[in-house]
């Protein structure tokens, strides 16, 4: 993969790109701050980015907006948010849409290298990867109002594993269920979330989300 690499640690940005070579891929360019981010990707127009959230000059959410301005500009733009941080208002905005190809990972819960690659190539290739911490705090910002109420606690934690990007095969694992038990209670969810259910796996989580939005 082509990659870029929007860090302003100057340690974790160095090590990405040996990382990231190691395994043979191709760091295009990597930057410290949300303008040159910009930049590196309309210029390599890479197959993934490596973005963090607070970046120089404010440390705020610099990376993050940069990230939701050049997926405006190319829906599809795959992005990997890598972060110590959850900014549920603007990761609400990143995630939203029907494009895919956009992860949230947070840094202190990445156990294993092997982890982050698997959830980077998945991004790479449209898929939609969350941190659990991620859907628990986008989840608690909705409230406890509206049809989000009317789901019981087993099908929230089967519609918290569904945003995770779980296929329903790692959700009947995960959840201790038979195949058909997780198809009923998906089922069951998107009638009561009013979505209509899918058989794009993406096309589901994407669903999950804009509701989370709206």
């Known amino acids: 993969m082509r990659i870029v690499i929007a860090e302003d ?16 891929h191709e760091v295009a360019a990597a930057v410290k701050n949300a303008d040159d981010l910009r ?26 907006r940069a990230a939701i301005d050049l997926r405006a500009e190319r829906p599809g733009c795959a992005i990997l948010v890598f972060s110590q941080y959850v900014e549920t208002n603007y990761a ?15 840094k202190d819960r990445v ?3 092997s982890d982050f ?11 939609t990867v969350l941190d659990p911490e991620v859907v628990r705090q986008l989840f ?7 049809p989000l109420a009317e ?17 329903n095969s790692a959700i009947a694992a995960e959840a201790f269920l038979s195949a058909g038990s997780v198809e009923k209670y998906v089922t069951s969810i998107f009638g009561k979330l009013g979505l209509p259910p899918s058989d ?11 509701y989370l939005d709206s």
């Open 200 to 210: 794009g796996h993406n096309r589901r989580v994407l669903a999950v989300l804009r």
């Open 151 to 167: 789901l019981t606690p087993r099908e929230r934690e089967i519609l918290g594993l569904m945003a995770q990007g779980r296929s």
């Open 39 to 64: 930049t590196a990707v309309r210029e390599h127009q890479p197959d993934v980015s490596i973005v963090d959230i607070r970046m120089p000059p404010t440390h705020t959410d610099e990376g993050l």
């Open 92 to 106: 609400k905005q990143l995630l939203a849409g029907e494009a895919g190809a956009v992860g949230y990972l947070l």
């Open 9 to 24: 640690s100057a340690i974790l940005r160095q090590g990405l790109v040996e990382l990231l070579g190691l395994r043979g």
């Open 140 to 146: 608690a910002t909705t409230g406890q109002t509206g």
């Open 117 to 127: 690659l698997t959830a980077l190539e998945r991004v790479a290739a449209g898929e």
């Open 111 to 113: 156990a294993e290298v």
